[in-house]
Nanobody, 122 residues
Framework: VQLQASGGGLVQAGGSLRLSCVVS??????IAWFRQAPGEERAFVAA????????YYADSVKGRFTISRDNAKNTVYLQMNSLKPEDTAVYYC??????????????????WGQGTQVTVSS
């Protein structure tokens, strides 16, 4: 399984970006987005089950970010609106089969993409 993340960039506060994660190989995994700012631990952002069901979000992004998938394209998206400077980080997509209680833990995911930088200026 390989994951390719893209879509990062530089945007002003209040702006929007859409990240994409293309999954190749076996695709029946839960896909999550994590982010890591300099000097901080990798933090959960959002997750979606490949077979459907609820989406999961970190409290810090609820109402601003939306995770979605296009199974025909083997792609998961993260639409990020109303971006804030504190959203600045490298964003990673990850694939795994976590139980619900472990969805937010990086250790629950086996496969990782290479990361894409998101920078939000004030």
């Amino acid at each position: 399984v390989q994951l390719q993340a893209s879509g990062g960039g530089l945007v002003q506060a209040g702006g929007s970006l859409r990240l994409s994660c293309v999954v190749s190989g076996r695709t029946f995994y839960t896909i999550a987005w994590f982010r890591q700012a300099p000097g901080e631990e990798r933090a959960f952002v959002a997750a979606i089950r490949w077979s459907g069901g609820p989406m999961y979000y970190a409290d810090s992004v609820k109402g601003r970010f939306t995770i979605s998938r296009d199974n025909a394209k083997n792609t998961v998206y993260l639409q990020m609106n109303s971006l804030k400077p504190e959203d600045t980080a490298v964003y990673y997509c990850a694939a795994g089969t976590p139980i619900t209680s472990s969805l937010t833990r990086p250790q629950a995911y086996v496969y990782w993409g290479q990361g894409t930088q998101v920078t939000v200026s004030s």
